[in-house]
């Protein structure tokens, strides 16, 4: 590891940083965020895992392991949160498990306050075919919200070459929802550049990206993707909608 990167590892194992307030963090985000936005990836990591400490950490969906093994080498034992909406894909909940036995992060597994069969109980079977926005508010948003409770600031692999709706995404940006800083450090990369990091470290993928699901989320709400089409139209096909709620 560079001496910056040895730096960052031991910020993050040690470091108990103070409370910030929202007026604080956002402060953060008006100085860092422009001086940032042409940074490596790496370099990106670095900085949220020096001013954050461990009140940082990433995200999953477990399309890949890209930023799950950028972050493990900046900072060897990181919080991957990891959201298990019980609708996930079989070969998307063995990604998870192989990125836990194979990379040096602290996988953290949340799920929504209701299993599937409680959500069922109480709003009827197969929301997500009759309101798809409640459901992934149920079982995306606000675990995903509550989960990051201990944080001030998350990583997420959203990149602007996924879909249209992203290209201004900020490499460092304010939720305001969340009331925290959001970092996408490989916002900037294309696809080629995803592939080439995949093989020239040897980084897990979701098997079924290899079998037509570019963008994969649940099931009931994932289909294949014809070769030249919109990565993210097999998502929510057939419904004005191509986000769960997440990122907007």
Aim: net charge negative; charged share 25%.
């Amino acid at each position: 590891m560079t001496a910056s990167t040895t730096a960052a590892a031991a910020a993050y194992r040690g470091s108990h940083t103070a409370d910030r307030s929202p007026e604080e963090l956002r402060e953060i985000v008006s100085h860092m965020g422009a001086e940032l936005e042409l940074a490596p990836a790496e370099h990106i990591i670095e900085w949220a895992v020096a001013t954050f400490g461990e009140r940082f950490c990433i995200t999953s969906s477990m399309g890949d392991a890209v930023l799950a093994h950028l972050a493990s080498k900046v900072a060897p034992g990181i919080d991957v949160v990891f959201l298990d909406t019980g609708y996930h894909f079989a070969e998307t909940i063995g990604t998870a498990d192989a990125v836990k036995h194979t990379l040096p992060v602290n996988l953290i597994t949340i799920t929504p306050a209701q299993s599937v069969a409680e959500q069922d109980a109480e709003y009827g079977p197969e929301l997500y075919k009759r309101d798809s926005d409640l459901c992934c508010k149920l079982r995306k948003v606000q675990p995903l919200a509550t989960s990051l409770d201990g944080y001030d600031a998350w990583a997420t692999g959203l990149r602007r070459a996924e879909t249209r709706n992203r290209v201004i995404a900020p490499v460092v940006g304010w939720d305001a929802r969340k009331g925290k800083v959001k970092v996408s450090p490989i916002a900037r990369w294309s696809d080629e550049q995803v592939e080439k990091y995949i093989e020239d470290n040897g980084v897990l993928v979701n098997p079924l990206v290899y079998d037509g699901y570019p963008s994969i989320g649940c099931w009931p709400c994932t289909s294949r993707v014809a070769p030249g089409e919109d990565p993210r139209s097999g998502r929510w096909a057939g419904q004005n909608k191509t986000e769960c709620g997440i990122h907007i």
